[in-house]
């Protein structure tokens, strides 16, 4: 089949590729999807699209219009597609429900011990010279209480390592996770998580009922001082009352793998031309706020299973119509 692949970075061609094998004739796009570039796709019978590329109305019809019949995504997460709009023009959308939830989980603990011990600071002080330790100071992370929110692959793997560390971990999840209980997580209604816990992480998809979930009441009820880690879904949080949180000392940290706003800065290189967006830019101001540019997902182990099950929906799409993986139009939680 002949794929156009969007948002093609040097490690998706080679990852893409190779576990290809030839079996596709795969086209790379360094640009966005978008309805400006939706045109590239045509005489492709499938796109290929990561996170920010927009599958919103307006690109389906150009990619109906252009003959595809498969939105093939690179990703697990697929609040991105307007799933309606491509079962109505015959389109089947495909994805990649789980390729290292350890990848995710692991970075997700990468944040919090950087963000509690500081070593991102304490890297640049050494290598200037500067020993002193005032401004480092962190804490025990045995004995805290950890919110968990959303604990279905990603969450579980968190709510293990957690337990690992002698954290006290409080879950929330409308279904809950029997592995999570059995690992000692209490599942709790959000209020009593945001009230009780020390550090809050946030593993739920995108959803209606998740978009702007950490808005400025849920921080209202929040212990002082607490830390955020948000390596879902930007939108799972509300920017604006973010800030007015870390102003106010109502959020002690916050370290974010995702930012609502993302499509326009992520995965770029914008060293030499500055950052477009005021209130990302406000976020930079912080010294107790740590931003990685939706890397959570970036291992080697995690590409190679995102690569070989985007080559298996598109194969299996191929053969039987239907590929491996499909997404509906219900709702995702
Ligand atoms: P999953 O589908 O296995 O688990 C999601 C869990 O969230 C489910 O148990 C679901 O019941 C729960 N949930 C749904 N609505 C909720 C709500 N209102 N409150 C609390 N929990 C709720 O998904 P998985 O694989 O664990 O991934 C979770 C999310 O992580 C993805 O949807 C994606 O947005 C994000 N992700 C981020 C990556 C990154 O690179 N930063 C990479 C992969 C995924």
Redesign the pocket.
Known sequence: MRIAVFSTQPYDAKFLEQASAGAHDLMFFGARLTPETALLAAGSNAVCAFVNDDLGEKVISVLSDAGVKLIALR???FNHVDLLAAEAAGICVARVP?YS?HA?AEHTLALILTLNRKTHRAYNRVREGNFALDGLLGFDLHGKTVGV???????EVVVRILTGFGCHVLA????E?PACGAMGARYVSLDELFASSDVITL?????P??RH?INATAVARMKRGVMLIN???GAVVDTRALIDGLKSGAIGSVGL??YEEEADLFFQDLSGSGIPDDVFARLLTFPNVLITG????FTEEALTAIAETTIANISTFERDGTPLHPVRSAPD?
Not at 149 to 155: F, K, N, R, W, Y
């Open positions: 990703s697990a997460g789980a939830p995710v929110v959303g604990t279905g692959q990603i969450g929330h999840d409308p279904n996770n593993q739920c998809p995108l959803t009922a998740t979930l390596t879902s879904r793998d995702v939706h890397q959570g997902f939680a």
